[in-house]
């Protein structure tokens, strides 16, 4: 079954300074993975998505994703923190049994200090 | 805003009680997705439907039911309620056709609290 594991329940970052937020996935077919923001009191927003073609997918807000087969990972990264960027961060791959469900990690607070 | 409608926002209910959560997915979306957030469960799926059919069942107690409605409208049904359930509860559509390829859209949620 698919599965996705996020390191790290917390990461913290200074504003201006690079982030990076990791997320391992299993999967026994080509996987189609997702990352989701969360903004306090707020609903899940996509942030970027991979499913077929170029492995360096970019999303909203600055932030990319490179898919990476060998190590199994899609890590989302952004160059410079802003204030903004603190959420919690939710990495998601679709399941290939039933009806395609998506199957979320535990989730990564973003906390961002000036 | 998503375009996926959930009402009401903010719920306050006691214990022994039942509540109906509804939501309306986007134009177009066939597929309606329930999750629960909690604390201490993180995200959690409880149950899809696809053109008012259930498709599929995940961590959903049997005090919790839902329906899809023909206008494609669903509601999430919570009854005997217990302190443990207060979570935030999540609708999300995704593409007509009901294929998860391309991501689910969230609605805003709504805040259940049991006292």
């Known amino acids: 079954a698919q599965s996705v594991t996020q390191l790290g329940s917390h990461v913290s970052v200074s504003e201006g300074a690079l982030v990076l937020l990791r997320c391992n996935y299993s999967?026994?077919?080509?996987?189609?993975l997702f990352w989701y923001v969360q903004y306090p009191n707020q609903g899940l927003q996509l942030l970027l998505k991979?499913?077929?073609?170029?492995?360096l997918v970019k999303g909203i807000n600055g932030f990319e994703a490179e898919f990476k087969k060998s190590e199994t990972s899609f890590h989302l990264t952004k160059p410079s923190a802003h204030m903004s960027d603190a959420a919690e961060y939710f990495c998601a791959v679709r399941m290939d049994t039933g009806f395609q469900k998506l199957v979320f990690g535990t989730g990564t607070r973003l906390l961002v200090s000036p | 805003d998503s375009g996926v409608t959930q009402t009401p926002k903010h719920l306050i209910t006691a214990t022994g009680q039942r509540v109906t959560l509804r939501c309306s997915p986007r134009s177009g979306d066939l597929s309606v997705y329930w999750y629960q957030q909690s604390l201490d469960q993180g995200l959690q799926f409880l149950i899809q439907?696809?053109?008012?059919?259930?498709?599929a069942k995940g961590n959903i107690l049997e005090r919790f039911s839902a329906q899809q409605f023909p206008d494609l409208h669903s509601e999430l049904n919570l009854s005997s309620l217990e302190l443990g359930d207060s979570a935030l509860y999540f609708c999300?559509?995704?593409?007509?056709?009901?294929?998860?390829?391309?991501?689910?859209?969230f609605g805003s949620g709504t805040r259940l609290t049991v006292v």
């Open positions: 991979y499913t077929t073609g170029a492995t």
């Open positions: 999967s026994s077919v080509p996987p189609y």
């Open positions: 999300a559509s995704s593409a007509a056709g009901g294929s998860a390829n391309y991501g689910y859209t």
């Open positions: 439907y696809y053109n008012g059919e259930e498709r």
